[in-house]
Nanobody, 122 residues
Framework: HVQLVESGGGLVQSGGSLTLSCAAA????????MGWFRQGPGKEREGLAA???????DYADSVKGRFTISKDNGKNTLYLQMNSLKPEDTAMYYC?????????????????WGQGTQVTVS
């Protein structure tokens, strides 16, 4: 039974930092490609970052240089370190797993999703 549980969201001032966590169960994060997405008010879900089973990473232009995706295989957890946060980063943030191939930023390519964690930047 696959389960993804995000945490670490909250309210932060513009320019601040947050680290989101995604605890996984039912599979090993070290061997799977995973991604982070967000959905802001009135917006479509946006792919932010992905990390392959080999640790190769890729980022959307909107977050490149500010956000870092990583995994801790021992804790079976995915992370998203977010720096230099802006008000436009306000959104619900989701982790995803079960990538079926193709574009990593396509939400339809992921089978499993967490419930999300809210990030608000004032």
């Amino acid at each position: 039974h696959v389960q993804l549980v995000e945490s670490g969201g909250g309210l932060v001032q513009s320019g601040g930092s947050l680290t989101l966590s995604c605890a996984a169960a039912g599979f090993t994060v070290g061997s799977e490609a995973m991604g982070w997405f967000r959905q802001g008010p009135g917006k479509e879900r946006e792919g932010l970052a992905a990390i392959s089973g080999y640790g190769i990473t890729d980022y959307a232009d909107s977050v490149k240089g500010r956000f870092t995706i990583s995994k801790d295989n021992g804790k079976n957890t995915l992370y998203l370190q977010m720096n230099s946060l802006k008000p436009e980063d306000t959104a619900m943030y989701y982790c995803a797993a079960g990538w079926s191939g193709g574009s990593w930023s396509d939400e339809n390519k992921y089978r499993y999703w967490g419930q999300g964690t809210q990030v608000t930047v004032s």
